[in-house]
């Protein structure tokens, strides 16, 4: 098992998408004390305090340092108990609503809407009776409504367990000058194989990662994609990531320990 730090930043327009976020995963807490319990987690003292430092430069990303023993005398005060594994999932969740809307070319499949074009032989029966010269504008609309409910999987508040595995595993990664030829749909099959431990003594086994939860947590973690602002899209892109961090998680991984 690696041990791996991922250094989450938030910035004052994040503070709607923390706030749901918090909703989702800490259904049992009382609104009121929700983001009071959070804020000690990210090293503040009150929800106020937290509110104030990154609205004080609402364009800045501010790093976030976790402090897992305050946010437990908080919860412990109030006769709760949080696991540590529910500040992580707030913080991929809102970094997954982050990363998903800055970019629409961001699915559920990956990355590049024209994967989601519809071919003539699934839609036969949305095309059958419809004239020759009207059949584009339908393929358009059901286009646009795959698009439409692709994206929703990425930029809605919903669980998305495998997020932080890729956020883990990313953090592990080195940043080169080149960019490597094996894209994102290499490094999560990489990322699945490894399991991490993270501060807080939160687990993260042998998980599913998505194409779409390798994309997001390199663009989060600062990598550069190669063809972002290109015609050609890619649905799995490249990154600037070094090979030799890659090949220095295999002694952890789980099916070279099978392999041996």
């Known amino acids: 098992m690696i041990d791996a730090t991922i250094p989450f930043h938030l910035s ?22 929700r983001p009071e319990f959070v804020a000690r987690a990210f090293g503040f ?18 790093e976030i340092s976790l402090s897992f023993p305050a946010a437990a005398d908080f919860a412990s005060s109030r006769d709760l108990t949080v696991p540590a594994r529910s ?3 707030i913080l991929a969740t809102t970094v997954m609503v982050k ?4 970019d629409p070319e961001i699915n559920d499949m990956g990355y590049g809407n024209r994967y989601l074009w519809p071919e003539n032989r699934h839609i036969r029966n949305e095309l059958a009776g419809v004239p020759v010269h009207m059949q584009g504008n339908v393929r358009s609309a059901i286009w646009r409504k795959r698009i439409s409910e692709s994206r929703a999987k990425v930029t809605d508040i919903v669980k998305r367990d495998s997020l932080l595995h890729a956020l883990a595993y990313a953090s592990r990664l080195e940043k080169i000058k080149t960019t490597q030829e094996k894209g994102a ?12 431990r993270l501060f807080g003594d939160v687990a993260i086994g042998h998980n599913y990662v998505s194409n779409t939860d390798m994309i997001i947590a ?43």
């Not at 937290?50 to 430069?57: D, G, I, T, Y």
């Not at 990363?99 to 800055?102: H, N, P």
């Not at 550069?224 to 649905?235: A, F, I, T, V």
């Open 99 to 102: 990363e998903a809307s800055r």
């Open 87 to 89: 500040v992580y999932d």
């Open 12 to 33: 004052a327009a994040d503070l709607p998408t923390l706030k749901k976020a918090e909703a989702l995963h800490l259904p049992g807490i009382a609104p009121s004390l």
């Open 45 to 62: 003292q009150t929800a106020t305090g937290f509110r104030e430092k990154l609205q004080a430069a609402p364009d800045r990303e501010h």
């Open 218 to 260: 390199m663009l989060h973690l600062g990598f550069q994609m190669n063809g972002r602002h290109r015609m050609e899209e890619r649905l799995h892109p490249r990154f600037n990531y070094s090979m030799k961090s890659v090949h220095s998680m295999k002694p952890y991984s789980v099916r070279y320990e099978d392999a041996a």
């Open 185 to 196: 749909y290499f490094l999560k099959h990489r990322a699945e194989e490894t399991p991490f």
